[in-house]
């Protein structure tokens, strides 16, 4: 889907990657940019910040509640019309925990809001997408929706699950010839803040360089993007490689198993600017 001309909802775009996709799809010509967030004072500080690229509006939305779904669905239908492209990027990370510490509430927390929570926005947006004959839906997800990795039990489940319903929605989708399309993004870690503390082997991404590469996806209709390319192949290594070979060369000497040892998380909330 073109860009240019359409209306972009994008959720938890006050920080990180979300915040930078607001401002390329501005830069791109969007005929307005809706912006969800729960930090209600980040939404002010980003619609100030990217108002003069062009038209956009904020709501507060708390994505893992289906009744604050709706309340900031009807607000934004209200004040800025249809949605014509919608991108799922909220997301969390709770801790760097072993899944026997932690609790009843991480477990929920994390699912609610990773992977329920676009399920719920989505539903809301996809309903009038049909009714309208047009629409597109990118999903932020994970490398780490295909990987097992120690001490991020809950996050990798979240992302796998969201991997899983994405993909298949998009198969609904295009079987039915629906003009709703649906891009499944899964991004390698980013520097964002998100995961900070975190050592990789691995190159960790620039979010401008990520952001740019997602919003691509979505011009191009694609179904899938791995960012970068090699992401991939993780299936394909899963499915050639024994488990423990597979374990050993990436795990052990390429060090994804001890990624997580050092994570300390963001530690300033909302501080990126979009420039
Ligand atoms: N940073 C990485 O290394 C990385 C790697 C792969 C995938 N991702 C995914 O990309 C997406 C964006 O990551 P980021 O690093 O830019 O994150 P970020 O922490 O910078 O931004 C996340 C935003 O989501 C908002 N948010 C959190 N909970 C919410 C809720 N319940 N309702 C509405 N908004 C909520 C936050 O306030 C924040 O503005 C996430 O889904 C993340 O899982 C990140």
């Given amino acids: 889907m073109k860009i240019q001309g359409n209306t972009v909802l994008i959720t938890g775009a006050c920080s990180g990657i979300g915040k930078i996709m607001a401002r390329i799809c501005l830069e791109k010509g969007a005929r307005q940019l809706v912006i969800w967030d729960i930090n209600e004072s980040a939404i002010d500080a980003t619609v100030q910040e990217l108002s003069p690229l062009g038209k956009v509006c904020g709501f507060r ?146 979010p401008e360089v990520v952001a740019r590469k997602a919003i691509r996806a979505v011009e191009r209709d694609r179904w899938y993007r791995g960012i970068p390319f090699s992401q991939h192949f993780i299936r394909l290594m899963q499915g050639i490689f024994p488990q423990t070979w597979f374990d050993f060369i990436f795990g052990d000497i390429c060090g994804l198993y001890t990624v997580m040892d050092h994570f300390k998380g963001r530690q300033q909330h909302h501080t990126q600017q979009a420039r």
Wanted: contains cysteine.
């Fill in 61 to 206: 939305a708390d994505i893992s509640d289906p009744a604050s779904v709706d309340a900031a669905y009807a607000a934004t239908r209200k004040a800025c019309g249809d949605v014509d492209l919608l991108i799922n990027n909220a997301g969390i990370i709770t801790n760097n925990k072993s899944f026997a510490e932690q609790t009843d509430q991480d477990i929920i927390r994390t699912i609610d809001i990773n992977t329920k929570g676009a399920m719920f926005v989505t539903l809301r947006c996809l309903h009038d997408m049909q009714a309208r004959g047009r629409g597109h839906i990118c999903n932020i997800t994970s490398s780490a929706g295909m990987l097992a990795l120690p001490k991020m039990a809950l996050y990798t489940s979240s992302k796998w699950a969201s991997i899983g319903w994405s993909q298949s929605l998009r198969i609904e989708l295009t079987r039915e010839k629906s003009p709703v399309h649906v891009t499944t993004i899964a991004p390698y870690f980013i520097n964002t803040g998100m995961f900070d503390g975190i050592r990789s082997f691995f190159k960790i991404q620039d």
